[in-house]
């Protein structure tokens, strides 16, 4: 089945630091690939996303590129800010709808503390 | 404003007492569905819905129920809470249309529930 393995935390940055958070997938075919970010107190929302091979999600200055080849969606910013504190997590949908559901496939999440 | 409504966001109940956790969306949704996150355990599935009276169980059901009565609400039923059910739950909700497998899921803000 699915799934998605995701660097794991906490990572402590300082202000304007650059970010990587790792995330690989196990899935048949070529499916989307999402970055979901949970700031303190709130729900999940989507950050970007990736519908095909190749392509670069892109959002708040966060990029992640799909990658079939390393089955690979790392997640990068080039200088953090202490709002983008919050816990991060890699998510694979299914390729189409599974009968009735959509279940996605997280990742165990990854906390960002970014310190001024 | 398009949402996912949970409530309660907080409850501290005890073993054995019934409770409900309430999930409404204004976004004419046809599919609802429940997660729970845990630390080390990322998000998991607990019930879907793809339409009213249609709902079928995710990865951990145990010592839940659904109901889907009307198509904006999917309340989360415990009907004797225990203290393994202590976790953060979300609520979320897509829409299925031609998007196929890149359907975004939009999430409640989240409830967490603690059982004594």
């Known amino acids: 089945g699915n799934s998605v393995t995701q660097m794991e935390g906490p990572v402590t940055l300082s202000e304007e630091a650059f970010l990587t958070i790792n995330c690989t997938y196990t899935a048949t075919g070529y499916p989307s690939l999402f970055w979901y970010v949970q700031y303190p107190g709130e729900g999940l929302q989507l950050l970007l996303k990736a519908t095909k091979a190749d392509d670069k999600g892109s959002n708040k200055g966060f990029e992640a590129t799909y990658r079939k080849e390393t089955t690979s969606f790392h997640l990068e910013k080039g200088s953090v800010q202490v709002s983008d504190s919050a816990v991060y997590f890699c998510a694979l949908p299914p390729r189409a709808w599974e009968g009735s559901n959509y279940k996605l496939t997280f990742g165990k999440g990854t906390l960002l503390t970014v310190n001024p | 404003e398009a949402q996912v409504t949970q409530n309660p966001r907080y409850l501290i109940t005890v073993t054995g007492k019934k409770l409900t956790v309430t999930c409404s969306q204004n976004m004419n949704h046809e599919y609802m569905s429940w997660y729970r996150q845990d630390p080390g355990l990322g998000l998991r599935q607990i019930y879907y819905?793809?339409?009213?009276?249609?709902?079928d169980k995710g990865d951990v059901p145990e010592g839940y129920k659904v109901s889907r009565k009307e198509k904006r609400n999917f309340p989360l039923i415990l009907e004797s809470p225990s203290p393994n059910q202590t976790s953060l739950y979300f609520c979320?909700?897509?829409?299925?249309?031609?998007?196929?497998?890149?359907?975004?899921?939009?999430f409640g803000a989240g409830s967490r529930l603690t059982v004594l």
């Open positions: 819905s793809m339409n009213v009276e249609v709902t």
């Open positions: 979320a909700s897509s829409s299925r249309d031609r998007d196929g497998g890149a359907n975004v899921l939009t």
